[in-house]
């Protein structure tokens, strides 16, 4: 592909004299397929003709970010295609001064110091800040490349991001052609903003897409892809096989599970400028049942120092969804009055439908757990400790805490105390500990395993 694209631009004045094939302004089809890896899927369609005599065809406006090895193009039966190139010349003062040689122009030439007068010319060439021109009387003069007035733009300059198709015509063609690309720069996030109430919730889930991919995209079909796809050099990613994905148009984002991902459908035409963000709602759940968790992660009890003090971190847990949700970050609040309060963000990882929520909000404010050791007791082979854990909540209602403290369960591990507990996981030690409000709570908790 480089070298294809460097023996064009060497010949690129040729090429120039054949590009007389018309593609339609405005695509008939479009779509845009987002994915979580910061690439895009392209697919358009254009109205072509051309006629036996032309060699060329220039689409322009793709994305300057386009991976040019990943162009599909499908031209009518035709045309037989021999070679393709990227183009995107950046209009410079030395472009376009090399790109006029030979042509007329007009020169700002000084006349007392205060004014001037504009001449036409013939450009001869030019080197910096320097040019040689033959004016309409057949002198030849030196001029400052500044004073030069350019008419046009040459059509060898492409100043839109394009793509060149070297083609054969077998007769004279009026057909729709295709193309499918990859871009870059261009990625999607979702966010949510969750409500709580007393005993329910609701749930608005947003797409978030942040194009900085080179282009604008004008009203195109709209999907996004959930899910974390390997790349390789060569990215085997095709457009019919994606396409075929596409849902029926409902008023709702839909979405599929497919291959272990989740294609998501947006039922509406979307613009997308470039350099921008666009939020389009996804989701939409009300009245989720919802539990209110408290819990604490205590250390190691082989690992403990002295005295350690921890806080207790506030959870909400949802109901089960029957929508799977794609990773993002849910902010939390909850109304006081009139006034809603955010009480803490949280990142949620994929979630599949039928899948429990748990979200972490933050630190309790009234809420604290103390362990300290009360004896300890080792020899060479065995560990013995007694720990005791205090617990108080300063706040005026009661509260319940979920105390984990790490501790495998095998058959040489004992844990011994007089209040009721489980293994969660076969990982940790777990108690439900109930506060009374503005309570004070004291647990000992002898641990015995070998070393």
Do not use: C
């Not at 895009?40 to 322009?60: K, P």
């Not at 007035?149 to 009026?174: C, G, H």
């Amino acid at each position: 592909m480089k070298t294809a694209i460097s023996l064009f631009l060497a010949s690129s004045l040729f090429y120039g004299t054949l590009w007389a094939a018309t593609l339609s302004k405005r695509t008939a089809e479009d779509s845009l397929i987002v994915y979580n890896s910061n690439i895009g899927l392209v697919h358009e369609q254009r109205d072509l003709s051309i006629i036996q005599e032309e060699q060329s065809i220039v689409y322009e406006g793709v994305a300057s970010s386009i991976d040019v090895d990943s162009i599909n193009v499908a031209l009518p039966q035709e045309l037989e295609l021999k070679s393709q190139q990227y183009r995107f010349d950046k209009l410079t003062q030395n472009k376009l001064l090399e790109a006029h040689i030979d042509k007329s122009i007009e020169v700002r030439l000084p006349r007392d110091g205060q004014s001037f007068k504009i001449i036409s010319a013939t450009l001869l060439s030019s080197e910096g800040a320097k040019s040689i021109v033959r004016a309409m009387d057949g002198n030849i003069i030196t001029v400052n490349s500044d004073d030069i007035i350019f008419r046009d733009i040459p059509k060898e300059l492409i100043t839109k991001a394009s793509l060149v198709w070297n083609v054969d015509v077998k007769q004279d063609t009026n057909a729709p052609m295709e193309l499918d690309y990859l871009i870059k720069n261009i990625s999607w996030q979702s966010n949510y903003i969750l409500n709580l109430s007393q005993n329910d919730a609701s749930l608005d889930g947003w797409i978030s897409i942040d194009n900085r991919s080179g282009k604008a995209y004008d009203t195109v079909d709209l999907y996004v892809l959930a899910g974390d796809i390997n790349r390789a050099t060569q990215t085997p990613i095709y457009y019919k096989e994606a396409r075929a994905m596409t849902l029926a148009n409902t008023p709702q984002v839909t979405h599929e599970a497919h291959e272990g991902y989740h294609f998501y459908t947006v039922p509406f035409k979307v613009s997308l400028a470039n350099n921008e963000k666009t939020q389009i709602k996804f989701i939409s759940k009300t009245q989720i049942p919802l539990q209110r968790k408290l819990r604490v992660l205590l250390s190691d009890p082989r690992y403990l120092s002295a005295h350690e003090e921890h806080s207790v971190l506030q959870y909400v847990r949802l109901s089960a969804l029957d929508t799977a949700l794609p990773k993002g970050v849910v902010r939390s609040y909850s109304k006081l009055g009139e006034t809603n309060i955010l009480l803490g963000e949280s990142l949620l990882a994929h979630t599949p439908k039928e899948s429990a929520i748990e979200l972490e909000l933050g630190k309790s404010f009234d809420l604290k757990v103390t362990e300290s050791i009360e004896s300890r007791d080792d020899d060479t082979t065995h560990f013995r400790s007694t720990i005791r854990y205090t617990l108080k909540n300063s706040a005026n209602e009661a509260k319940t805490i979920e105390m984990l403290v790490p501790f495998i369960k095998s058959q040489n591990a004992t844990v011994e105390t007089e209040y009721p507990f489980k293994f969660a996981h076969g990982e940790s030690v777990a108690f439900e500990v109930p506060l009374e409000a503005m309570g004070t709570k004291e647990i000992l908790v002898h641990f015995n395993s070998l070393k």
